[in-house]
C-alpha cells in the first residue's frame, strides 16, 4: 500500500480567488506524427506550496516512465477555479485536478511525469484531441500507474467514514468469521456513508471505465490515503459473500443501496471480455462488443456527449470497424451514425429498444438511442426488458430486413402488425424512499382495474397479469435471488399490501380480492421484507402502464404509449415494439412486454399466416 500523504492544506486558494493575471496565450505546440504530452510536476516541500507544471512532447515509443492520471473533471461551477502554474504562467484548472496534483506530487525532490487528459490534450484543437483520443488506450497501457484520484475528504458524505470501512473490510479475509462479525457489529450510518462513497462522481464517468481496463497497475487515492484498486474491487466481492447478513441486519427494505454496494462503485467500471475473465489487455476477441459496452454503461458522465460512444469504443471488440473519431460531427449526428452501426455490427435491432420514455431534445430519430439517458423522470431509470435473463425472443430466429433512408435518418424495417392497444392505465413513477409502497399500490390498484375490465378475472387471467404488471420478472436481475416468487404470491403480496395500507379501496364491490386475517399474519405483508419487495417490483414498473390490445393480450408498455398505438415484432428484434402512425411514417414508442408472445409465439402464428409482412418506415 502507499505511503500516507499528508492532510490537505487550508491554504488551497479559494474558488473565489481573482481570475487575475492567467496566460493569455496558449501554451501548446503542435505534435508529431508519434508523440504525446506528459506534465513534468515540480517537487514541492509542502502542500501550500503552489503547483508549477511543464507541458513535454515525447515520442509514444520513449522509455520514460510516467503515471497516467484518471479522475473526475467535476461539476461545471468548478471548473475553472482551480489555478495551476503551467509554463511558468497561471493557468486554470478544474479545482478537483489542482487538489489531485498537490496530493500526488512528489515531495522528495523528484518530479512527478504524469498524462492528464486536460493538460496533455489541446481541449481547443479538434483534430488534436482527435487524433490524441485515438491513442488513449495505449496512453494508459504503457503508464507505470494509473492512479486514480477518488477526491478530497466530504464531510458532507462521510467520506472519512466510509474510508475507514474499506479499510476494514479490506482487511478480513474473505467469507471469514472476522468479515461477518464486521457486518454484524457495524452501524447502518457507515454503510450509508459507504454507499454514498460508491456514488461518487468518479465512478459515473464514462472515460475512467477505458482508463481503469488498461492499467497494467492501479492505485486509488483518497485524501492523504490510497489502496490497490485490486483490493477496492475486492471490497465489493467481500459484501457479496455477506449478502444475506447485509440485507438482515441493514437493507431489509432498501435493495437499491444493497445493489450499490456490492455492484456500484468500482465494480460499476465492469468491462465483461467475451473470451475470457482474465486481465489480459483488451484485444480481438477478448474484447467486449461496443452493444455490451453502451448497455452497461450508459449511465455513465461525459463533458462532451460524443464521448459517451468515444469514450468506450476504443476498448470495444467494434474499433476497427466504427470508423474514425470525428469531433467535428455533430451530437445527434454520432448518435445515429452509432446506432447505425451496432444495427448493422449485431445483425440485431434490440438497438432500438434502448430508446423510450424520452425527451429527446436532440431531435434524434425514433429508433436512434440518445446515450445521455435524458428521461422525463429521471429519479430512476427505466428498466429495459434486456435485463431479463434468459433473455425473451419474440421475432424468434428471424433475421432482420432493414435499410437507411434519407440519409441514414429513416429506418426501413420488416415485421408484421400483432394488434391495437385498446385500453391504458395510468403510467407508475417510482419516487421517494424505497419503503413508501403506498403510491404504487394506488397505480397497481388502478392496473388491476383496467385488466379486469378489459381481459377479465378468472384464474388463468389472474397468472396473465401476476406474470404482465412485471414484465416478465418480479425483480431487477441482481435480485432476482432475494425476491423471487411465484407469480400467485406476488398478487397475494399486492392485495394484502392494498387491503392493509389503504383499506379505502377495499370495500363492497372492490374489484381486490380480500385476504383473511389469518393469511395476512401468516405472510406478514408489513414486514420490512414485503415492502422491499414491492419496491423491487415497482422498479420493474417504473415509467410504465399496462396496457390491454384488442384481443385482449395483456402487455408492459412505455408511459408514452396510448390507446390506438401498435403493437408489432419486428424480424431480428427480441422484443415486441410500440408504434405509432404518424402521417405516412411510424414513430416507435418503445419496447413493450406482451404476454403470449415474448417467446416467438407470435411468429408460429406469421408463418401460419394469420399475420401479414409489411414495411415499416421509422422516423
Not at 459515473?204 to 477496492?232: G, K
Not at 455492484?263 to 465483461?272: C, E, F, Q, R, S
Not at 399486492?494 to 377495499?506: N, R
Request: aromatic fraction near 10%; hydrophobic fraction near 40%.
Amino acid at each position: 500500500m502507499a505511503p500516507r500523504l499528508p492532510p490537505t492544506p487550508f491554504c488551497i486558494p479559494s474558488p473565489s480567488s481573482s481570475p487575475d493575471g492567467l496566460a493569455t496565450h496558449s501554451p501548446y505546440k503542435p505534435l508529431g506524427e508519434n508523440q504525446i504530452r506528459l506534465v513534468k510536476i515540480q517537487p514541492a516541500t509542502s502542500e501550500c506550496d503552489d503547483v508549477y507544471c511543464h507541458l513535454n512532447p515525447i515520442s509514444r515509443d520513449s522509455p520514460l516512465q510516467y503515471r497516467a492520471l484518471s479522475y473526475a473533471w467535476g461539476p461545471s461551477s468548478e471548473r475553472n477555479v482551480g489555478r495551476i502554474y503551467l509554463e511558468g504562467e497561471r493557468h486554470a484548472v478544474t479545482r478537483t485536478l489542482e487538489i489531485a496534483l498537490r496530493k500526488l506530487r512528489c515531495q522528495d525532490n523528484q518530479p512527478l511525469w504524469i498524462w492528464i487528459d486536460a493538460l496533455c490534450i489541446n481541449q481547443d484543437d479538434l483534430d488534436e484531441k482527435r487524433e490524441q483520443v485515438e491513442k488513449m488506450r495505449l496512453i494508459y497501457e504503457h503508464a507505470k500507474e494509473v492512479s486514480i484520484w477518488l477526491g478530497p475528504e466530504d464531510a458532507s458524505s462521510n467520506g472519512d467514514l466510509a474510508w475507514k470501512l474499506i479499510k476494514q473490510i479490506s482487511g478480513c479475509p474473505r467469507n471469514s468469521h472476522a468479515l461477518s462479525d464486521l457486518v454484524r457489529s457495524s452501524r447502518k450510518e457507515e454503510f450509508s456513508a459507504l454507499t454514498l462513497f460508491f456514488r461518487r462522481d468518479y465512478f459515473w464517468r464514462v472515460w475512467v471505465v477505458q482508463e481503469i481496463h488498461c492499467a497494467n497497475q492501479a492505485t486509488a487515492y483518497y485524501s492523504s490515503e490510497s489502496i490497490p484498486w485490486p483490493a477496492l474491487l475486492e471490497v465489493c466481492d467481500k459484501l457479496s459473500d455477506v449478502r444475506a447478513l447485509l440485507r438482515g441486519s441493514i437493507y431489509h427494505d432498501n435493495p437499491t443501496s444493497l445493489f450499490s454496494l456490492m455492484t456500484g462503485g468500482p465494480k460499476n467500471l465492469a468491462v465483461l471480455r467475451t473470451a475470457t475473465k482474465s486481465a489480459a489487455p483488451l484485444y480481438g476477441a477478448n474484447a467486449p462488443s461496443l452493444y455490451d459496452l453502451m448497455n452497461m454503461h450508459m449511465s455513465k458522465s461525459a463533458t462532451d456527449a460524443r464521448d459517451k460512444v468515444y469514450g468506450i469504443v476504443g476498448i470495444s471488440a467494434d474499433r476497427e470497424t466504427f470508423g474514425a473519431i470525428d469531433y467535428d460531427r455533430s451530437v445527434q449526428d454520432t448518435y445515429i451514425h452509432t446506432a447505425q452501426h451496432l444495427i448493422e455490427r449485431t445483425g440485431s435491432l434490440n438497438i432500438i429498444c434502448i430508446q423510450q420514455n424520452d425527451t429527446n431534445v436532440l431531435k434524434l430519430p425514433s429508433w436512434v438511442p440518445d446515450w445521455e439517458r435524458r428521461h422525463l423522470y429521471p429519479t430512476h431509470r427505466p428498466m429495459g426488458l434486456r435485463s431479463r435473463k434468459p433473455r425473451f425472443s419474440a421475432s424468434g430466429l428471424s433475421s432482420m430486413n432493414v435499410a437507411f433512408l434519407n440519409d441514414g435518418k429513416v429506418l426501413s424495417a420488416a415485421g408484421f402488425m400483432v394488434d391495437t392497444i385498446k385500453a391504458a392505465a395510468e403510467p407508475v413513477y417510482v419516487e421517494g424512499p424505497e419503503s413508501v409502497v403506498e403510491p404504487t399500490l394506488l397505480k397497481f390498484h388502478n392496473w388491476w382495474t383496467v385488466f379486469i375490465e378489459n381481459v377479465g378475472s378468472a384464474p388463468e387471467d389472474l397468472e396473465v397479469f401476476g406474470r404482465t404488471f412485471c414484465g416478465g420478472s418480479w425483480a431487477p436481475s441482481y435480485a432476482e435471488g432475494d425476491f423471487k416468487e411465484e407469480p400467485s404470491q406476488r398478487l397475494v403480496l399486492f392485495f394484502g399490501l392494498i387491503q392493509v395500507l389503504l383499506p379505502h379501496l377495499v370495500k363492497d364491490g372492490s374489484p381486490v380480492p380480500l385476504l383473511d386475517s389469518a393469511e395476512l399474519i401468516n405472510n406478514k405483508m408489513l414486514g420490512k421484507r414485503q415492502r422491499a419487495m414491492a419496491a423491487s417490483a415497482a422498479l420493474r414498473m417504473h415509467a410504465k402502464r399496462l396496457v390491454v390490445t384488442e384481443s385482449k393480450l395483456a402487455g408492459l408498455a412505455p408511459q408514452l404509449s396510448q390507446k390506438g398505438d401498435k403493437v408489432a415484432v419486428l424480424f431480428g428484434c427480441d422484443y415486441p415494439v410500440v408504434l405509432r402512425a404518424v402521417d405516412n411514417h411510424w414513430e416507435l414508442i418503445g419496447e413493450v412486454y406482451i404476454d403470449g408472445i415474448m417467446e416467438g409465439q407470435a411468429m408460429t402464428d406469421y408463418r401460419s399466416g394469420k399475420f401479414t409482412e409489411q414495411t415499416f418506415y421509422i422516423y
